[in-house]
Structure formats: structure tokens, C-alpha cells
């Protein structure tokens, strides 16, 4: 059975301090790994990651994937206020499980004044 | 990106009684759509995927008879509680990815049932 293990569940920072958001898996058949954020409603697209040791930059974000070791790493450089939500770390697999997200536990961020 | 829409947004609805969810691809064309269920302070489960023109393939634990999947077309699925108990409240998400995309998945904005 695939699996998704999030680590930290929790962190609270202050606005400007930087976080690591970690996600290990076991995954049949690998195809993809994704990163969502998610305020009161539906998770909202971060990055889809499918190579290892290429960094994904979006602003104060940056992502990276390691197929060798099974793991994946969100950062968050400077961080704010309207950074707090819970991050979902999500992969998808090949074959008959194309398409489906196993979901991990989600990280909670909370960023203070 | 792709707009995945989802109606209605928050639903209350007698012990007993079913309600019917929707969800539509606006801008693009999906031969498969998924539907996930959040409870509060858990992450998504997938329930089930939707298939166009053919039966939904519903995961482990999942009762087909209860929670009734319809992909009409290739732009909408449904999805039907049937009989609903206050134990199936929660956050009931779909998704959907455009044909021929390698892997994103766009989601609706998601359903807040609460069964009274």
C-alpha cells in the first residue's frame, strides 16, 4: 500500500524565519510528487515534482525531490502571516493507480507576527 | 490553470435523507475525475474514481451502494450520499485532470455536508 509521512505535523514560527517541511513516501511505480496548500477550502497547487536534485522555485518557495532516498523538502524562506495553512504533500503512481493522489498527513504552519 | 467547479458548496440535510453533489471541469475536457473526503483536522482520503462512461472503481473500505458516482459526460461527475447519517458529514472534495496532462490535478472547491 502506498504511503505518505509528513513531518513536522505542526510548527509555529515568527514572520521571517525560514521552515522545512519535510515528506517521505513508498510509492509502487512512482510517477509524481505534489506539493498543495490548504487555507479554509480545496488544497491550491504548489509544485509537481518528478525528477531528483532539480529545485522548484516559486517566490519564497522552493521544492526539491530525492527518488533515491524517497523524500521530498518545501522551504519557505521569510516567511509571513498568509503562509499559515496546512501543507499536503501528495504522489502519484503509474499504472492502474494513474492519476490517484495518496495524500500524506498535511503539515500544520503557523506563522506569528 | 484548469477550473475544476464544485456545487454546492455547504449542504445541511436531515438524518435519512440523500444529497447530490456536484462537479464540473469548466475549461477543459477530464475522462477521470477523483473524490476525496476530508474529516476536520485529517487529511484527504480518496473515496473513489470517476470514470467517463463507465462504472467508478471505489477504494477499500468505500460503500458503493452509499456514496454513488455518476460521470455523465466529460465534464461533470457526481456524487450522490445516499441515505445520509450525521457520521458522514465532512469535507467532500473531487478533482479532475485535463486529457492527456502527465500528472497535476486541479480540485473543486469543495462540498461541507453536515447531516443533522
Known amino acids: 500500500e502506498d504511503k505518505v509521512v509528513q513531518s513536522p505535523l505542526s510548527l509555529v514560527v515568527h514572520e521571517g524565519d525560514t521552515v522545512t517541511l519535510n515528506c517521505s513516501y513508498e510509492?509502487?511505480?512512482?510517477?509524481?510528487l505534489l506539493w498543495y496548500k490548504q487555507e479554509k477550502k480545496a488544497p491550491t497547487f504548489l509544485f509537481m515534482l518528478?525528477?531528483?536534485?532539480i529545485e522548484k522555485k516559486s517566490g519564497r518557495l522552493s521544492s526539491i525531490l530525492d527518488k533515491k532516498e524517497l523524500f521530498s523538502i518545501l522551504n519557505i524562506t521569510a516567511t509571513q502571516t498568509g503562509d499559515s495553512a496546512v501543507y499536503l504533500c501528495a504522489v502519484t503512481a503509474g499504472g492502474t493507480s494513474y492519476g490517484k493522489l495518496t495524500f500524506g498527513q498535511g503539515t500544520i504552519l503557523t506563522v506569528h507576527p | 490553470g484548469a477550473v475544476v467547479s464544485q456545487h454546492p458548496s455547504w449542504v445541511i440535510c436531515k438524518s435519512g435523507t440523500s444529497v447530490k453533489i456536484e462537479c464540473r471541469s469548466l475549461d477543459f475536457q477530464a475522462t477521470t475525475m477523483f473524490w476525496y473526503r476530508q474529516f476536520p483536522k485529517q487529511s484527504l482520503m480518496l473515496m473513489a474514481t470517476?470514470?467517463?462512461?463507465?462504472?467508478?472503481?471505489?477504494e477499500q473500505g468505500v460503500e458503493k451502494d452509499k456514496f454513488l458516482i455518476n460521470h455523465a459526460s466529460l465534464t461533470l461527475s457526481t456524487l450522490t450520499v445516499t441515505s445520509a447519517h450525521p457520521e458522514d458529514s465532512s469535507f467532500y472534495i473531487c478533482s479532475a485532470r485535463p486529457f492527456g496532462n502527465t500528472g497535476e490535478l486541479f480540485f473543486g472547491e469543495g462540498s461541507r455536508l453536515t447531516v443533522l
Open positions: 470517476s470514470n467517463e462512461g463507465s462504472k467508478a472503481t471505489y
Open positions: 510509492v509502487t511505480n512512482f510517477r509524481s
Open positions: 518528478t525528477s531528483s536534485g
